[in-house]
DNA sequence: AATATATTTAAGTCTTTCGTTAAATAATGA
DNA sequence: TCATTATTTAACGAAAGACTTAAATATATT
């Protein structure tokens, strides 16, 4: 939990995330995609696979770099109910979402 | 986002939202929760409340705080749509949507 | 074997964050 | 008014985080 939560603080990190909710990546294509140094990528990786929120398996000379959907689901979807329990806050919830204009859904989301 | 991802890599700041999902609290009454000093645990407030997470509301001389449940679970719930594939088709199930694939955008900053 | 490529580790700097104590602000009550 | 209580602001040092470059490791290629 906290190692999520600290992994997810950084805006760098959750681009890699994002970035690897599309496909799987070698890490020499994650830091391509940013302006900081292979070595500054690489230690953000570590970040993210202490986390549990991505796995990283060795092919060839490549590193090549997954995320781990279930654990960042759970994390985020079990502190939300520990903070916003269930019974309570579902219309207000909702509520929320239509009004940033985001189109509402998940209210009802299985763990 | 950036903010809220950035109070909650606090633990901290993530016991103090959780003591304020049972009850409203004055910051004396959080304070007397932790070992650390007062001064710290309003600079702690602050930056929950920079993120949207709290809001507070000064009666005589104490100042009341409280959980702003929506914004938590709709930041959260929002960065989760955007980065886990199993939640976007119970978006569209649940929406109606006969959407294709992800939205290739908008892969982390709020619109 | 020698060289090139992909990635990580090591070491160092710079900035940010987290805590502290002391002082300021504001409301309460003798 | 003066003192007390609640809270925040200010200033500062220690610890942690995010970069950098240089070096190490491992795989592939010639």
Redesign the pocket.
Known sequence: MQRVF?AL?????RKILAYLSHAEL????I?GRF?????????????LQNAGLVE?E????????RLVEANLANALNGYLQEVCPVSRPLKRESAGLKNQSRTAAQTDEAP
Chains 1, 2 share one sequence.
Do not use: M
């Not at 070698?26 to 294509?29: L, R």
């Not at 302006?35 to 970040?47: F, G, N, R, T, Y």
């Not at 060795?58 to 770099?65: E, I, M, P, S």
């Open positions: 600290e603080s950084s805006t760098v990190r070698t890490a020499g294509e830091a302006d900081i140094s292979k070595p500054a990528v690489s230690q953000h990786l570590s970040v990283s060795k092919r060839g000379q490549f590193v090549h770099y």
